[in-house]
């Protein structure tokens, strides 16, 4: 899952995953309120990688991190959350860290080889 707000940034790294066949589905959700309501409704667990993004109007990345860390954890799943941000800030680097269920923190744009070391480092 893409968790953005920029149209661009979304097709460029969805056109990135699915043209080097890194993912089955490619889900996009433009506003981290939208994708928590895609979560919510969902019976299964979660994706198996979302990729968030920090500065969005109405929610943050990390308002979206407040309010999924209160889901349920069966619903939860293994979800890999991975922070895709264009900030190199070392305070946001450190903030992405401090959460227990995400797992990474990469600046934009993703490419090929940050996906390939992605799955080979959590799949």
Known sequence: MLVDDDE???FFHEMAIIDNDLAN???VQNSAKKALSYLKEKTD???DLIFLDINMPGMTGWEFLEEYNHLNKELQGKAVIIMLSTSANSKDITKAKNWDF???YITKPLTKEAMEII???YF
């Open 8 to 10: 661009d940034d979304n």
């Open 25 to 27: 589905t490619v889900i």
């Open 45 to 47: 667990p979660l994706s």
């Open 102 to 104: 995400v797992s990474d």
């Open 119 to 121: 799955i080979e480092k």
